[in-house]
């Protein structure tokens, strides 16, 4: 799961959590004060009758407080009775039939024969001496009633409310992960970048960062900007220095060589007039001479090749196109192995699709690559193996007015985890150097190869199983 999305979903659940807290708290807190306030509204309504109940009594106006008494049931809907007794009679009671009469008992008293489980309010008052009580008995339904009335008109206000919180809490919860993730994946594909060695970006332009800041994501972005900044500028350092010293090396190296054929030209000339003793010293010269051409020779297409990675990172790499017979190319390409496979017991053979028509290429830039493909192939197959270099014009779709040009060995194969990098520069699959005999590479040839191809106009790949053999091929077009 993204980073944007991770952020999003636990911005959301943490406004959901809160929404609801808040929600649930000021329901219950609501609830409370709904309670409080009908339970102070029956006291002050029991007052209210006490009261009128004090003042009949003082100026003996029973019809006043009857007639009060019986409108308590009609004004007050939850009021399932009311009296008022001095202990024998009742004074005045929402039955009717019970005014002026005897009391029966505590339930008659309150009317409970009538209202069920009623919540009684009652007290007791002395006047002139005499004891009085009165009593008010409420409807449990009713207040429960009234009061979850209530609650609901609260509970629909807080879900309008909540509705809308949430819905601008989402909202603000993706733009502060946007916000937030934003640039930690512009920093995370700067990084790849990086990594694959790509240091021209937009993130170098350091002037878009503020220099004073406290966000610590700017400070991050402004950091590896500079980071960026000192790594190009390493980089840069390391070419003009790779250029300028295989530069330098190129022309001594000539004429090393120059040297060594000389002096071994100059053997060649004296050895059949040398005495037995001197020919066999000469002898051995000679095939001193021929090690150090042939690792000066190394030497020289190793600077070959990095000259060309140096041309290649600064854009100056070119390509000179002409008509060219590919199956030409192919030959020359696989007699300069010919021997080579022959040493190392290892069949190489051609299979090449007749009548090809002329291709518009650099001959010696195509020559490179497969000589670069066939060696690799031979290096990495063992005795008794076979490589087959193939050229034709595929009968499908896939690759229209392209050649297809493919090296195929038998060799110890590339792991799937490796395919992706082999076309880097300076990468070598690392888990077949043990299987190497002859000396091992610096990693370019590939790359080099991969650019040629592109600047062709054409692509390169490679299908492997390791253990069984590699395909590398290459399309060029007609």
Partial sequence: MSLKAKLSLIMVFLIVFITGLFGFVLYFSESKVLKAHQSERLTTLFKSFVQVAHESV??????????YTFRMKESHIEVVSAYVHDGRKYLANTDKNLVRKDIVGIASAAGLS????????????????????????????????????????????????????????????????????SPVIRLS????????????????????????????????????????????????????????VTHELKSPLSAIE????????????????????????????VKDLDYI?????????????????????????????????????????????????RSIGVVLETDMQQKLPEAQADQERIKQVLSNLISNALKYTPRGGKVKVSAKMPDTTDYPLYFVVSVEDTG????????????GKFEQVKSARPNVKCPKGAGLGLYIARTVVEAHGGTIGVESIEGKGSKFYFTLPI
Wanted: charged share 25%.
């Fill in 258 to 285: 120059s040297y060594i054929d000389l002096i071994r030209n100059e053997l060649d000339s004296k050895i059949k007039s040398a005495g037995e003793g001197m020919r066999q010293n000469m002898l051995e010269w």
């Fill in 114 to 181: 009538r209202g069920g489980n009623p919540e009684i309010i009652s007290d007791e008052f002395e006047l002139k001496g005499k004891k009085y009580a009165a009593g008010i008995a409420f409807s449990k339904e009713i207040l429960a009633g009234g009061i979850n009335n209530a609650l609901g008109l609260v509970a629909r206000k807080i879900l309008k409310v909540s509705v809308i919180v949430l819905a601008a809490g989402v909202i603000i919860a993706l733009w502060l992960a946007f916000s937030i993730s």
């Fill in 293 to 341: 051409k042939q690792n000066t020779e190394r030497l020289y297409n190793f600077i070959s090749d990095l000259l060309d990675a140096a041309k290649i990172e600064r854009g100056k790499f070119e390509i000179n196109k002409a008509a060219v017979k590919l199956e030409q190319i192919i030959s020359d390409a696989v007699f300069l192995f010919a021997e080579k496979a």
């Fill in 412 to 423: 110890t194969g590339i792991p799937q985890s490796e395919i992706y990098r082999i076309f």
């Fill in 58 to 67: 003082l100026s003996q106006d029973d019809l006043a407080l009857i007639s």
């Fill in 189 to 244: 594909k700067a990084a790849q970048e990086v990594g694959k060695g790509n240091f021209s970006l937009d993130l170098l332009k350091s002037g878009n960062f503020p220099t004073n800041t406290k966000n610590e994501i700017e400070v991050l972005e402004r950091e590896f900007a500079r980071m960026v900044v000192k790594l190009l500028e390493l980089d840069e350092m390391k070419k003009d220095f790779v250029s300028a």
